[in-house]
């Protein structure tokens, strides 16, 4: 079946903007994930929900970055006023329950000149 | 502070050696280690999980407490094991919910 998908793939925006990314997850899944991965780092977590609630969010650096799951299903990850040190790939993952392996998607690489 | 610890940015082996790539973990409680794996133009992916117990295309990890590592091992290289390596950590009681990782290895199998 269809994995996590992200969108866009990528992003360029300029600084201050603001941007949104998506995030759809395998069909059924109840938990989903948001990392941020720097050049030369490994994925850091930033937010994860159980369902429609955000069941940590203690990885957002700052209150620039929201997310939000409306349905339990698809996700949008939100920045506002973009600085270029928010350049970096963004991962969705999702997995059937919180002990169950994540399943990562491609990423969307944000670019903030 | 819970930090993962991957000493090797880059570790470059010959088809049929052993290779094994080091992680060591910082945390007060029980935690739960992973290692994560992401080949070339693929999707990053769980390799094995250390409450498993399982060997995964000839990998296994043995979790040592008394020195806090998590290495992962293989006897005989192969190329295709070319790839990004991972390790993880979870504090969180098993759950999978704030994976700390570490900023992995690249794994060099040449021919």
């Known amino acids: 079946g269809a994995g996590v998908s992200q969108t866009p793939s990528n992003k360029v925006t300029e600084k201050g903007k603001y941007v949104e990314l998506r995030c759809d997850p395998i069909?059924?899944?109840?938990?989903l994930y948001w990392y941020r991965q720097s050049l030369g780092q490994g994925p850091e977590f930033l937010i994860y929900?159980?369902?429609?609630?955000?069941?940590?969010d203690s990885g957002l650096p700052n209150d620039r970055f929201f997310a939000v799951r409306p349905e339990g299903s698809v996700s949008t990850l939100k920045i506002q006023r973009t600085e270029r040190g928010d350049s970096a790939v963004y991962l969705c993952?999702?997995?059937?329950?919180?002990?169950?392996?994540?399943?990562f998607g491609n990423g969307t690489r944000l670019t903030v000149t | 502070a819970q930090r993962v610890t991957q000493p090797e940015k880059l570790l470059s082996v010959f088809k049929g050696a052993p290779v094994e790539l080091k992680c060591n973990y910082s945390y007060s409680g029980s935690p739960e280690l992973f290692w994560y794996v992401q080949y070339s133009r693929q999707r990053l992916q769980l390799l094995l999980r250390h409450i498993s117990r399982e060997s995964i295309k000839g990998f296994t990890a043995d979790l040592n407490k008394g020195e806090t590592s998590f290495h992962l091992k293989k006897p005989f290289a192969q190329e295709e094991d070319s790839a990004m390596y991972y390790c993880a950590l979870s504090g969180s009681g098993g759950s999978q919910g704030n994976l700390i990782f570490g900023k992995g290895t690249k794994l060099s199998v040449k021919p």
């Open positions: 929900f159980q369902g429609t609630g955000a069941a940590d």
């Open positions: 993952a999702s997995s059937l329950d919180l002990n169950s392996p994540l399943h």
């Open positions: 069909s059924g899944h109840t938990a």
